[in-house]
């Protein structure tokens, strides 16, 4: 009987990112995070955490329930997610609590999806070459 409480404290009652595509949560749930996930291309989204989940959790779950408006951006794995906060990238062994993430508040986080492969809507094109013969990395500084 307390493992079904336990249970039910875990279970949240707002919806996760890809039942209806891109959420927004205006009211935080009781005990938990609202991480408000933003792309370098703008697009936006929330999803509602634990504190006490690892980053490598909010990894999974963001990757599990992506939304289907990012269909140019979709990743490989969730290990092709980071996190940024407040211009430094989060550890995936790291808690939310752990990185002072605010319990009850909404925190804007930009979400990057590593580029290790090709997209249907790309038309099959590879990464660029740098004239090395390296693959060239694109990246945005966040100020």
Not at 104 to 116: R, S, Y
């Amino acid at each position: 009987m307390a493992e079904e409480t336990q249970s039910q404290a875990n279970t949240l009652d707002v919806p996760s990112l890809g039942q209806r595509g891109i959420v927004v949560i205006d009211r935080v749930p009781d005990g938990h995070v609202v991480l408000r996930l933003l792309l370098v291309s703008g697009s936006k989204s929330d999803i509602a955490l634990l504190p006490t989940d690892t980053v490598k959790v909010a990894q999974r779950k963001i990757f599990e329930a992506w939304p289907r408006e990012w269909s140019k951006e979709i990743p490989d794995s969730s290990s092709s997610l980071r996190l940024l906060l407040q211009g430094k990238f989060l550890e995936e062994k790291s808690t939310l609590e752990g990185n002072k993430i605010p319990v009850g508040q909404i925190t804007t986080v930009h979400l990057l999806v590593k580029n290790g492969h090709t997209s249907a809507e790309s038309g099959g094109e590879k990464p660029e070459q740098s004239a090395q013969g390296g693959v060239r990395c694109r990246c945005c500084s966040l100020m």
